[in-house]
């Protein structure tokens, strides 16, 4: 997708530094910065303190990590120590270890380097086509609101941002944009982070749709006042029933969706499907530091970056990270595949 005009992905291999280079996105949207990471810690850390994020991102961050951890020291044992490390970054995304479980399983001993580089370049090509085939689907979904404007109220960010390009949730706004349908997107804020507010506004702004952000807890009386045509958010991970783990209060907007009748639903990448994990109660939730609650950036009047406490000095919060959305408030599943109930994805995937 673009920013000022200019096509990016949010993560590519810089042949001429042999390096990775990333968009921070801790900086947006106040600060278009390329960062490159030179060794495997960089990636490690570009993961665990977010400056990449999003299911899909941060898998494909963790392989091309491994690969920066092969530039170091080609020896097998070495690159599994690092492959087993890179799974703590974050616990929650499953693409995470998916990547780099695929990256080992891909391993060619006798050209290790070479083997894992182009194995994360597969990832990466292959997940913009999973993007743009869930835009696809989704395009039909909305093709059937037959309104002057079609309102979508979407979580957090799902977009490009999130991906490689394309994006999950946004994916089908793109689209609908392309084939000349009136779009307008609710943007929830997305506290403590602010990822609906710094990162989907961003990206809506960059791409003219129009689209307005609002405080979290503004969704449901627009549900009420029959402003909302549709919801669409991403997952980090889904389970093998359909529970969907995705950004906190996720779960709050689809109890709202069901309450007036408004379809819910999640755009599901096939890699962040887990079988292995039976219900969302069994999702790891990552908890983070309160710090995310308290502290928050932006302009001063003086138009410079300032960091500010919100929160009485001694008073602790509790940041959980996710929350689990169940299966029975989800309208469907908008995977790369087509549009799945969530008792349909087993025996789809």
Aim: proline share 3%; net charge negative; glycine share 6%.
């Amino acid at each position: 997708m673009k920013i000022d005009g200019k096509h990016y992905l949010t993560i590519w291999h810089n042949e001429n530094e042999d390096n990775v280079c990333i968009i921070d996105q801790t900086r947006l949207p106040f600060e278009f910065i390329i960062k490159k990471l030179n060794t495997y810690q960089d990636g490690f850390v570009a993961i665990k303190d977010m400056l990449v994020r999003g299911a899909p991102l941060i898998g494909a961050t963790a392989a091309y990590s491994i690969y920066l951890a092969a530039k170091e020291n080609e020896n097998f044992d070495y690159i599994n120590e690092k492959i087993t490390n890179i799974k703590t970054a974050r616990p929650t995304a499953v693409n995470l270890a998916w990547a780099a479980d695929r990256i080992l399983k891909n391993i060619d001993r006798s050209n290790i380097k070479n083997s894992i580089l182009n194995e994360c370049k597969k990832i990466c090509e292959e997940d913009i086509k999973i993007s743009e085939s869930i835009g696809n689907h989704g395009l039909e979904l909305i093709k059937k609101i037959k309104k002057e404007k079609v309102n979508i109220l979407t979580h957090c960010n799902a977009g490009w941002l999130a991906t490689i390009d394309w994006g999950t949730a946004t994916a089908p706004i793109y689209k609908s944009r392309d084939a000349g349908i009136n779009i307008h997107v609710w943007v929830d804020e997305t506290r403590p982070r602010n990822q609906g507010s710094s990162l989907t506004s961003y990206e809506l702004l960059n791409e003219e749709i129009e689209h307005k952000i609002i405080a979290d807890n503004t969704g449901g009386l627009l549900m009420q006042r029959g402003m909302v045509d549709m919801c669409i958010v991403g997952t980090d991970r889904v389970s093998e029933n359909g529970d969907v783990a995705n950004k906190i209060g996720t779960y709050l907007k689809a109890l709202a969706a069901k309450d007036n009748n408004i379809p819910f639903y999640v755009a599901l990448p096939s890699t962040t499907y887990d079988k292995k994990i039976l219900k969302g109660k069994d999702i790891p939730i990552e908890e983070r530091s309160d710090d995310e609650l308290k502290l928050m950036n932006g302009f001063d009047q003086d138009g410079k970056l300032k960091q500010i406490n919100i929160y009485p000095k001694n008073s602790k919060g509790f940041n959980l990270g996710f929350d689990i959305t169940p299966a029975e408030l989800v309208t469907g599943f908008i995977t790369e595949k087509g549009i799945f109930k969530p008792e349909e994805l087993r025996e789809n995937f």
